[in-house]
């Protein structure tokens, strides 16, 4: 007998988005109530230094329209700077906010696993499961941090040679190529020339994330790696490496799918945080910070359980294409089921 929320057998790329929702639902009160005990209290900080941020961007807005030379005024910019005390704490919240990020990951995890194995866990217990392997993540993600600091130095590098030779034959087609009446530039060429940059400059924003992407999708299925089996922080990147390996087009998809699903959960509900915003700023700057600390709040809330159990569902998919995983999850949960039978036997 199958798992109610995990289906045995490789699955489509929408089939695990769709297993992962059915996982989210199942477990939904557990998995949100866990991942608030680690994130409401940061988010709401975050929310409310990001709020004041935006809330000061919206006083000059409104400021702007009414009378646009106080634009020129520096003291108005100055003022966005915020208050000291919130600055320093925004550097605090960056190493706490990823410390918590990767304590409630590790929970989330445990607790997504047990379900898939028809197991419960309570909240404690799973909390301290995932504690026990805080420090593996940690030296896993030093790991791929130190990884992705080396990539960005090579692709800054390659980068400033390509424009610096760009530059050399841009100046060199304006001089020789795109000369027009009285000894200036072409408009044809100044038009020909823009585009150009333009292309280059999309372009060369793929070409700087790809790298990232592609290593974050061999390494997607870490986490769950490291969980599940107990592995090292680098058994479980090598491990992960090997599992996407001839699947990775596939993983690329389903990674760049969940961010886009990221993106538009993330941009309505911020595009509702500023309509609301700006309908609270002309009574009270207070409840125009506090929308955005509720924002700040719920997004992560909401996002990190399905994220988790969408990774999850990635980390299984491959153990079944690539090592028939699905045969012993389904022989776990006979015996899972023959051990319930004997043991309520009279």
Known sequence: ????????????????????????????????????????????????????????????????MQDPEILA????????????????????????????????TLTLTRQSIAAIHTQELGIGQSIRLGIQRFWAWLGMTLAIYAVYAGVAILVAIAFFVVFLFLAIVASGFLTLGGIGEGGEPGIVAFAGLAVSVFCLYIGAIMLALSPFVYLSTRWAVAIPILVDQELGPLEALSE????????????????????????????????????????????????????????????????????????????????????????????QQLETEVARGAYAAP
């Open 240 to 331: 992960s490496w090997k599992l996407t390996k001839g699947n990775v087009r596939r993983s690329v998809a389903y990674v760049l799918l969940l961010y886009l699903f990221y993106g538009v959960i993330y941009g309505a509900l911020m595009t509702i945080a500023l309509l609301v915003s700006s309908l609270t700023l002309t009574s009270t700057m207070l409840a125009s910070v506090a929308i955005f600390g509720i924002v700040g709040a719920l997004l992560p809330v909401l996002w990190q359980p399905l994220a988790t159990a969408a990774y999850i569902m990635l980390y299984y998919d491959l153990r079944m294409r690539n090592q028939g995983y699905d045969v012993e999850l389904r022989i």
């Open 1 to 64: 007998m199958q798992s109610p929320i995990f289906r045995s057998g490789p699955l489509s790329i929408g089939d695990l988005l769709d297993w992962a929702i059915r996982l989210y639902r199942a477990r939904f009160g557990k998995l949100i109530l866990t991942t608030a005990i680690f994130l409401v209290p940061i988010g709401v900080l975050s929310g409310i230094i990001s709020g004041q941020t935006m809330t000061s961007y919206l006083q000059i807005f409104f400021r702007a």
């Open 73 to 104: 005024d520096q003291q108005i910019f100055t003022e966005l700077q915020g208050d000291s005390t919130l600055i320093a704490l925004s550097y605090l919240l960056m190493p706490l906010s990823i410390a918590a990020s990767g304590l409630v």
